[in-house]
């Protein structure tokens, strides 16, 4: 069993190491990766923790307040469309993209004979996120652009796709998602950005307005654009790459190299698309979001006309992911901040982590933090084995994961319906829960944590784009309306909870499985129900119901989980988190459990703050003295 944390050693949640501190992603990955991919993956992902704990870390608080500007024009007062990045986001640049944090899930990288799973761009970014959320969104943005490519090119943007998933810096491009316009927001099939295709240039040439466009200055920018004659609606758009560079006038796409070497475009270098202004924004500096006016610019249709809505929504569920990991992330930073000042800040005589409410505080905390991150990388895992599947791989079998999470059941139909339930859900409620967990952690630092000299400032407001980011909560509600009716989703989740409950054994999970049980029969009723009502009632209820299918799986998953570490490891900590999450979120407690006489967050603070293991025999005898 692991030592406990005592975070009275550390003055702040900086100069450290995330990966070695975040007890919560090893376990999770240990669980859903192949016993070769995490023995290869843990010194790495422990290398990059410690890069993003120092350097980056340091970087982020400085790009903050000097981020990067638009020069939309040159002296002569032509068109450049040039964004000025601070030397310290291009140093993060560098060490996060030559680390492999997108080329290692589409490129074998050094060391592997095959990629790794694009769980692993999902882990790099979760660690990279406590650090600096707004750069996160570039690097999930070139992950979903290479994704797109690989998925639908036809070879003839191999180039683009190479670039986007470089080792090395200086041959490498981001990518982009330009999605939005003016008149539409989130009606996607409102677009109104035309292309036509330019016979003497062999090109398509887009006109239009792009409202919120962030990585404003991506090489590799996809867009959606309606051809002539297209019908309305999604059904009428197809997606197109924008580079950023007049492909005419230079040799494949303008690379980090080519912009560290020559500086901006030349006038007659820029394709044809004016950067009108960048967003000030209330966080997320790091990541430059503007508004793009395309005046013919110069474009590659990308699959089949009239498909890219489709094609787009490929890159949406890895975004959705992405955006999810990026609340883990920011709810670890926020919790190793509160943990850290509650150790060390002293009043009326004692730290403050010693005083029941505060302790209580963090508990619940520490348990939002987990079941969010574990209900991510299983959700996870699920779209990585679809991507394995799609590639031709093999898919693992239950018995080659270390957790045994993989049922020998699961086929590529379930793990898509099953996926595409989940991914809305995973990026709707952790949203919500990264804003609430980065306020109370302000909170917790007092006064100065609203000042901007401290990290909690800053995460706050990185976190309120993520409920906004792809999708808000109710047009993701929606979504999940459409899975269910489309896809039959609730079928693969049926069996994915029941699975998980059959396994739970331990008598001190005996009560927590019984509530489960009991709040699933009641999911299901409520998923019959709305099957029968009409458009309007199901519309309503929606967003109730993607927070009760995220309470019901993740408390099914944390109690399999538990059971496997009494099993595995006699230890019995995971049982605390999956009790508490149950208690918390699926039991109705009468007095608000003010007359229970519960005691759990002061009986259980070291084991759950500060990962204390705890014998089986002992959770035992908790359970027998409530």
Known sequence: MSRPIDYGEFEEGRNVNYWELDRAIQRELRRIYADDEFAWAKPRLSEFGAVVGHTIADNADYVDDHGPELESYDKHGDVQNRVRYPAELLESEQLAYERGIVADAFEAPPGRDEPMPLAHNLAMQYLLSYADPGFDCPVAMTAGAALVLEKFDDGSLEEYYEALTSRDYEGLIEGAMFLTEKQGGSDVGA?????????????????????????????????LARTPDAPEGTDGLSMFLVPHADPDHSEGPWTKGDRLEDGSLSPDEANDQFYRRLKDKLGTISVPTGEVEFDGAKAYLVGEEERGFKQMTEMLNLERLSNAAASCGIMGRALLESKIHAANREAFGETIDQYPLMREDLVDMTVDHEAATAYVFEVA???SERERAERGAEPRSA???????????????????????LIPIAKLRTAR???????????VQGG??????FVTNRLLRDAQVLPIWEGTENVLSL????????????????????????????PALEDAAETV???????????????G????YAQLSAKRLAHYVFDVFTAALLLEEAQTKLEDDEDGRLALIANRFVTNELENREARGITSGDRFPLESFDAVVRHEPVDSESLLERREAV
Do not use: Q
């Open 517 to 531: 049980e009991s709040e699933f029969r009641d999911l299901e009723t409520a998923l019959v129900t709305l099957a």
């Open 479 to 506: 979504d999940v309306l459409r899975a269910l009716e489309r896809e039959d989703a609730h079928e693969p989740l049926r069996e994915a909870v029941e699975e998980r409950l059959e396994s739970v054994t331990h």
């Open 533 to 536: 009502e009409d458009a309007e």
């Open 399 to 421: 018995e080659s994961t270390s957790g045994g999470t993989a049922s020998a059941g699961e086929d590529a139909d379930d793990v898509y319906r099953l996926m595409r339930l």
């Open 433 to 443: 829960m990264a804003v609430d967990t980065a306020s109370y952690a302000m909170e």
């Open 191 to 223: 677009a109104e950005t035309l292309a036509e295709y330019d016979e003497e240039a062999d090109c398509w040439r887009l006109t239009g307005e792009k409202w919120f466009c962030s990585n404003i200055d991506a090489e590799g920018t996809l867009a």
């Open 381 to 383: 895992r699920l779209f």
């Open 448 to 453: 100065n944590g609203y000042v901007n000299d």
